[in-house]
């Protein structure tokens, strides 16, 4: 334990963030990977009802963002992030033991809802932790600790699924219930209040659209929303391309994912360290659509090569894309801070998440599938809209912010 001591923060509260941050996202790791399995092994699920009950669930963890906000302001993020990693935990418990159909819908859907709102509310929590600077390089280092959690998790995983047993599959569930409530006893022990921020005067029921009125925040997460589909690139993008358009082993997709998180791991707080302002966002945005459109393009021109010699684009255009990936979280997360009104961190924090989700889970697929489909011009195109969007970010990013610092002058 000295090893892993050493590599966390001093500071108490970023020291057990971080180590509940790993041991949460190896539990993480560990089911997602097997899940599938489980529930067609284990739970006797069909495939299609395996993919429509995932679905389902998925898609009632993207809409559950909206309301969580609210929560987490009234009750402070903390206090949420604490129950529903405990929640997490119950609900992976309900579906171990779940007899039925019913029941495993259930446990996922409860499970799925209290992930995304512990996802808001630890990034609320971050953005109640240190000023702009301070936030960016919390969350960069947090990413890095999340991939390493991750990337333990997904071995122990196969580890489970070599075996094939049902006592295996079993274990990792539970482990992914004993992490969730492991993560809720480290988030409990941070130190400070973290009660819910000032409430603005005009808070009232009837007036609780304030982020959706905010036109600046709203416009502001669509343009980092599409911004964001670097990110589905450098996962489906790779893995649709290498199995169905290269004549790279399948394996290679494998590859990628590792390159991607080691590359995370090393360098995300590095990379973030450009974007602690708005202006150096914008000039983050931009550089990683211009990588995202670089990326693309080798990608157009290599599915033609055979043989050792197309690892060579594979290689450098999965390094490619993670630095623009690295490059657009870190922008993002600035952005997401400091357009939002602190008062009301939250709600602003739970549109932020949701509007990312609903374009990158909903679109994403669709957008990059539809690319590999048409071949070399579909990544072309793809590279085009990639390029024209980091053209133009950094302008609409400024024209945005000095609309905002007018608007505060004014009122």
Same mark, same amino acid.
């Given at each position: 334990?000295?090893?892993?001591?050493?590599?966390?923060?001093?500071?108490?509260?970023?020291?057990?963030?971080?180590?509940?941050?790993?041991?949460?996202?190896?539990?993480?790791?560990?089911?997602?990977?097997?899940?599938?399995?489980?529930? !067609?092994? &284990?739970?006797? #699920?069909?495939? *299609? +009802? =395996?993919?429509? @009950? $995932?679905? /389902? %669930?998925?898609?009632?963890?993207?809409?559950?963002?909206?309301?969580?906000?609210?929560?987490?302001?009234?009750?402070?993020?903390?206090?949420? !992030?604490? &129950?529903?990693? #405990?929640?997490? *935990? +119950? =609900?992976?418990? @309900? $579906?171990? /033991? %779940?007899?039925?159909?019913?029941?495993?819908?259930?446990?996922?859907?409860?499970?799925?809802?209290?992930?995304?709102?512990?996802?808001?509310?630890?990034?609320?929590?971050?953005?109640?932790?240190?000023? =702009?600077?301070?936030?960016?390089?919390?969350?960069?280092?947090?990413?890095?600790?999340?991939?390493?959690?991750?990337?333990?998790?997904?071995?122990?995983?196969?580890?489970?699924?070599?075996?094939?047993?049902?006592?295996?599959?079993?274990?990792?569930?539970?482990?992914?219930?004993?992490?969730?409530?492991?993560?809720?006893?480290?988030?409990?022990?941070?130190?400070?209040?973290?009660?819910?921020?000032?409430?603005?005067?005009?808070?009232?029921?009837?007036?609780?659209?304030?982020?959706?009125?905010?036109?600046?925040?709203?416009?502001?997460?669509?343009?980092?929303?599409?911004?964001?589909?670097?990110?589905?690139?450098?996962?489906?993008?790779?893995?649709?391309?290498?199995?169905?358009?290269?004549?790279?082993?399948?394996?290679?997709?494998?590859?990628?994912?590792?390159?991607?998180?080691?590359?995370?791991?090393?360098?995300?707080?590095?990379?973030?360290?450009?974007?602690?302002?708005?202006?150096?966002?914008?000039?983050?945005?931009?550089?990683?659509?211009?990588?995202?459109?670089?990326?693309?393009?080798?990608?157009?021109?290599?599915?033609?090569?055979?043989?050792?010699?197309?690892?060579?684009?594979?290689?450098?255009?999965?390094?490619?894309?993670?630095?623009?990936?690295?490059?657009?979280?870190?922008?993002?997360?600035?952005?997401?801070?400091?357009?939002?009104?602190?008062?009301?961190?939250?709600?602003?924090?739970?549109?932020?998440?949701?509007?990312?989700?609903?374009?990158?889970?909903?679109?994403?697929?669709?957008?990059?599938?539809?690319?590999?489909?048409?071949?070399?011009?579909?990544?072309?195109?793809?590279?085009?809209?990639?390029?024209?969007?980091?053209?133009?970010?950094?302008?609409?990013?400024?024209?945005?912010?000095?609309?905002?610092?007018?608007?505060?002058?004014?009122?």
């Amino acid at each position: 334990m000295p090893g892993i001591s050493a590599l966390l923060p001093q500071d108490h509260n970023r020291r057990w963030l971080a180590l509940g941050n790993l041991v949460n996202m190896m539990g993480t790791g560990a089911s997602l990977a097997t899940l599938v399995v489980f529930l !067609a092994d &284990v739970k006797g #699920l069909s495939l *299609a +009802l =395996a993919a429509s @009950v $995932l679905a /389902a %669930a998925g898609l009632m963890g993207i809409l559950g963002a909206a309301p969580v906000g609210v929560l987490i302001d009234r009750s402070g993020p903390k206090s949420v !992030a604490v &129950v529903t990693e #405990l929640v997490c *935990a +119950l =609900a992976v418990l @309900v $579906l171990l /033991a %779940a007899p039925g159909t019913v029941w495993i819908i259930v446990a996922l859907t409860v499970r799925q809802l209290s992930v995304t709102a512990n996802t808001v509310a630890r990034a609320t929590v971050m953005g109640r932790m240190g000023d =702009a600077e301070d936030r960016v390089a919390l969350r960069a280092y947090q990413r890095a600790v999340t991939n390493v959690g991750f990337g333990a998790g997904t071995v122990l995983s196969a580890a489970a699924v070599a075996i094939g047993s049902t006592e295996a599959l079993v274990a990792v569930m539970c482990l992914d219930a004993a992490t969730f409530g492991f993560g809720a006893l480290a988030t409990a022990r941070l130190r400070g209040t973290f009660r819910p921020g000032p409430r603005r005067a005009d808070d009232s029921p009837g007036n609780r659209s304030a982020v959706l009125r905010d036109w600046r925040f709203v416009l502001l997460a669509l343009l980092n929303a599409a911004c964001s589909l670097n990110g589905v690139a450098a996962s489906l993008g790779i893995s649709f391309w290498v199995v169905f358009a290269s004549d790279l082993p399948n394996w290679a997709v494998s590859a990628s994912y590792a390159i991607n998180t080691v590359l995370v791991v090393l360098l995300q707080v590095r990379f973030s360290r450009a974007s602690s302002t708005v202006h150096g966002s914008a000039t983050s945005l931009r550089s990683a659509g211009l990588l995202a459109g670089a990326f693309c393009l080798l990608l157009a021109f290599s599915g033609a090569l055979t043989g050792w010699v197309v690892w060579l684009p594979f290689v450098v255009a999965t390094v490619v894309i993670t630095v623009s990936e690295m490059w657009q979280s870190a922008a993002g997360w600035t952005l997401s801070y400091e357009f939002a009104d602190d008062r009301l961190l939250g709600k602003y924090q739970a549109a932020w998440h949701l509007t990312n989700d609903a374009v990158v889970k909903a679109l994403g697929p669709l957008v990059v599938g539809l690319a590999v489909a048409r071949g070399a011009t579909g990544f072309v195109v793809l590279a085009a809209a990639f390029c024209l969007l980091a053209l133009v970010t950094p302008a609409v990013v400024s024209t945005l912010e000095r609309s905002r610092r007018v608007a505060l002058v004014q009122s």
